[in-house]
């Protein structure tokens, strides 16, 4: 605490009491009443020492002060340096170091107090001044230091986390000034306004983190031939029991030399049980689908319309005849056999058969006629489609003619796919020609 200056009372003619006087304060009239020529004398004296004490006051609270520098106890990790605090010279003075100490808990002398000097700052690191250690003390440094910083740092040397408390002491003087008083640190005034809120500083660098002691290593079933180190997991199943080991020193394994259930001092437990009782039997599942292969042969029917000039009849079996009479066009239907091959069940989506078709039937017509596969609909296992049926148009009495597709001419008839479940015939003649018209293939059948 620096020493304030004396400020003697004025004001000619109060009375103060407590022994004082009534000051004669400069611009008083020389006639007041109650102020004689000796208590004129007895203030002019007070002022006079008054002054002569201030004089002594402002030569003692600018030489060199005390500066006590708070460091926070810290917790620091084994091979850490942490800095507590930048202490800033401000700019007109000199300070130096005067006495610095540290100590641990628990007790270790693996611990420094660091004190660095840097020309700016803010910064990390600078010009080694001080370092202390636990059971020693710094006191007494004779070099001061002007614009500039102290950079205050912790460091544990140690391998085991220490708690650190530190005191250190600076002393600041004005510069030019000669000699020490060391009276105090700052001359104490009142206390000023609260300043108004600074802008956020910038960002700190990243914490070092703590250093804990070192986990454990999963190693996976324990096996021979194989080296293991501390902190090294394992598990281990014997004699109906089961559980996991940490391995405690570094070592080759050998079954039945060092293996977790033989040697209980390099492995210790971690986790250990016994195999249980068999558990309840769990309730039925749901039936499942039944996928038996099964065959059968059926009847099914495709459709035979003829669109323009049809003469005679549809026949499915012979003799066959026409009439040369134009005839109604009505929808004829035609039989084909069916094989199925598959399952009575399944997931949706998934094959569960083939299906066969094979027949033929008998028309004389002219023009354009359309052959409808069977479908589902009408009672078939699938809707067939010219992907896997084919169709063949032959003229009785020539050679036959086999027509897959569209586009695959005869002299005779022209065959095509208008969609994916018919056939389309057409004449070249104008004449009706007789022929047989056979439709066969197999077809996946989906569910």
């Known amino acids: 605490m620096a020493i304030r200056p004396i400020d003697l009372p004025s004001g000619a003619g109060l009375d103060y009491s407590g022994n004082d006087v009534r000051h004669f304060a400069q611009g008083d009239a020389v006639n007041v009443p109650g102020m004689s020529n000796p208590t004129r004398n007895l203030a002019a004296r007070d002022n006079a020492l008054a002054a002569k004490l201030n004089e002594v006051v402002s030569v003692v609270n600018n030489q060199e002060q005390f500066i006590p520098l708070p460091v926070i106890r810290t917790t620091v990790p084994p091979g850490e340096e942490i800095i507590v605090t930048n202490y800033r010279i401000p700019a007109g003075f000199e300070a130096r170091v005067l006495n610095a100490v540290i100590s641990t808990t628990p007790s270790s002398t693996s611990a420094q107090l660091n004190v660095q000097y840097s020309t700016t700052y803010g910064g990390m690191s600078g010009t080694a001044v001080v370092t202390v250690t636990p059971g020693s003390e710094f006191s007494g440094d004779v070099n001061f230091y002007q614009t500039g910083e102290f950079i205050v740092s912790l460091k544990n040397t140690g391998e085991a986390t220490l708690e650190l408390a530190a005191s250190l002491m600076l002393t600041m003087r004005p510069l030019g000034a000669e000699g020490t008083l060391l009276v105090g640190s700052v001359i104490e005034g009142k206390p000023g306004k609260v300043g108004a809120t600074g802008p956020p500083g910038p960002i700190g660098p990243p914490g070092t983190g703590g250093a804990g002691s070192p986990g454990m290593v999963w190693r996976g079933n324990w096996a021979e031939n194989v080296s293991y180190y501390p ?11 089961y559980g996991s080991w940490i391995c405690r020193a570094a070592h080759f394994s050998n079954l039945g030399f060092n293996d977790p259930q033989t040697d209980l001092v390099t492995w210790q437990h971690v986790a250990f049980g016994v195999i249980g009782d068999t558990g309840l039997t769990g309730p039925t599942g749901p039936a499942g689908v039944v996928t038996e292969m099964t065959g059968a042969t059926t009847s099914v029917n495709g459709t035979f319309r003829p669109e ?34 598959g399952s009575t069940g399944g997931n949706p989506g998934t094959q569960r058969g083939i299906a066969a078709i094979n027949g033929v039937f008998f028309a004389a017509f ?9 479908k589902t609909l009408y009672g078939a296992a699938a809707d067939y489609t010219n992907a896997f049926i084919n169709c063949m148009v032959v003229p009785q009495g020539t050679n036959w003619v086999y027509m897959t597709g569209s586009g695959t001419f005869s002299t005779t008839f022209e065959l095509r796919k208008p969609d994916q479940y018919t056939y389309e015939v ?14 066969m293939g197999v077809q996946p059948v989906f569910n």
Request: proline content about 7%; glycine content about 10%.
């Open 231 to 241: 902190s090294d997991v394992v598990s281990y199943t014997y004699s109906g029991t």
């Open 308 to 341: 323009a000039g049809y003469v005679g009849h549809v026949f499915t079996d012979g003799p066959w005849s026409y009439t040369g009479q134009v005839a109604p066009l009505p929808q004829y239907y035609v039989g084909l056999i069916q094989t199925y091959y």
């Open 366 to 374: 002219a023009g354009t006629a359309t052959i409808t596969l069977p």
């Open 426 to 439: 057409k004449t070249t003649t104008d004449a009706p020609i007789l022929s047989a018209i056979h439709l």
